[in-house]
């Protein structure tokens, strides 16, 4: 019986199962064999090993067995996957940015008036002028069109009507013929003969130098006032037009599109000493650089002073190209700028630039 192909089919089993789980010691063993196998086969543990993907070769130490006290214990939250702790994610995870206080903001836009003013020390009203009379009028008709053209049209409206009396007088036709190029037309002779009366009825002929009673004429607003009370009276005042209002909002000055919430809110910015000055800057920065459709970032010298750097052209050269009047080497607005201006007067009505 002992060299029976049974048991020969069995031994040999055995040392199949003992070496190795292969298919056939898995399968191919009779009932008997596997019966042997059983008791023939290592200690759980040592199976385990053997199914293991990780088990060592034959002869090589065990390091740790299933069962033991180390392979048993569950690994600890620090071995497996740190917790971030508190210090650590902030470290890691970039910080908020602080919304800017108060402080800093009136810091920050009193430096931007003080390099503007090294950027433009001829900042200076841009629409021609003799008088208040003709600077009163000259604000008038600069409403939606440029001081440019303005500046191009007065000439011939001041030689044929210089007083108060004298428009108040005239051809309404004929007045609207003469500042046909500023736009708006009739509405503005309507303004321009309305204030003129006003001044001969009411002021002796004569502009006044107080803001009540100037937003009083026809015609005249706040941004119209104080540009007649701060360059021909030299009466402080903030001129909140559509660059002042739009660079204003770009330097987080305000948040409001309201013009009198604007210029108060920039008042309690700047000393009354600087309002006048600080309107000339501001628009002559927004003319020429600072553009309401593509800002010239590239070419400005206060992107470090400036939240909203990057709304416009960032490459220098292209943003030089976007740069306005004397800026880009072109003709200003007035015809007769003063002595200090850097760049060209602008040529008179009809004439090529």
């Keep these: 019986m002992s060299n029976s192909p049974v048991r020969a089919q069995a031994k040999g089993a055995g040392r199949v199962s003992a070496e190795s789980n292969s298919a056939v010691g898995e399968h191919g063993a009779s009932k008997r064999a596997k019966a042997t196998n059983r008791k023939s086969a290592p200690e759980p543990g040592r199976a385990a090993d053997s199914r293991s993907p ?40 970039p910080r908020a940015a ?18 503007l003013a090294e950027v433009y020390p001829y900042a200076h009203p841009e629409l021609d002028f003799r008088n208040p009379f003709e600077l009163l009028v000259a604000t ?54 309305g ?57 987080r000055w305000t948040e ?14 700047f000393p009354k000493s600087e309002w006048t000055m600080l309107s ?11 553009h309401a459709r593509k800002p010239a970032c590239g070419a400005c010298p206060i992107t470090h002073l400036c939240p909203s750097y990057g709304e416009g052209e960032t490459d220098p050269e292209k943003a030089a190209k976007l740069l306005k009047y004397e800026k880009g080497g072109f003709p200003g607005q007035r015809l007769n700028p003063p002595p200090d201006y850097p760049g060209r007067p602008a040529p008179p009505l009809g004439a090529s630039g």
């Design 98 to 115: 602080k919304p800017e206080s108060r402080l800093a903001m009136v810091r920050r836009a009193r430096r931007i008036n003080r390099e």
């Design 54 to 93: 990780r088990t060592a070769e034959p002869g090589t130490p065990r390091t740790a067995e299933p069962g033991t006290r180390r392979a048993s214990k569950p690994a600890s939250p620090r071995a497996s996957k740190p917790a971030a702790s508190p210090r650590a994610s902030k470290s890691e995870s």
């Design 280 to 290: 000339h800057r501001v628009i002559f920065h927004g003319r020429r650089i600072c």
């Design 195 to 251: 204030l003129s009366a006003a001044l001969r009825d009411d002021f002796g002929g004569e502009v006044p130098g107080r803001l009540e009673d100037l937003v009083k004429l026809p015609g005249v607003g706040r941004k119209t006032a104080f540009v007649v009370l701060g360059n021909a009276f030299g009466v402080p005042g903030i001129t909140v037009d559509t660059h002042f209002m739009r660079l204003a909002r770009r330097w």
């Design 256 to 269: 409001s599109d309201d013009p009198v919430k604007i210029e108060a809110e920039v008042a309690a910015i």
């Design 140 to 193: 008038v008709l600069s409403a939606q069109t440029t001081d440019l053209r303005v500046n191009q049209t007065t000439p011939a409206l001041f030689a044929k009507y210089p007083t108060p009396e004298d428009l108040a007088a005239a051809v309404p036709e004929e007045v609207e013929e003469l500042i046909r190029p500023t736009g708006f037309f009739r509405a503005k002779t309507k303004s321009i003969m």
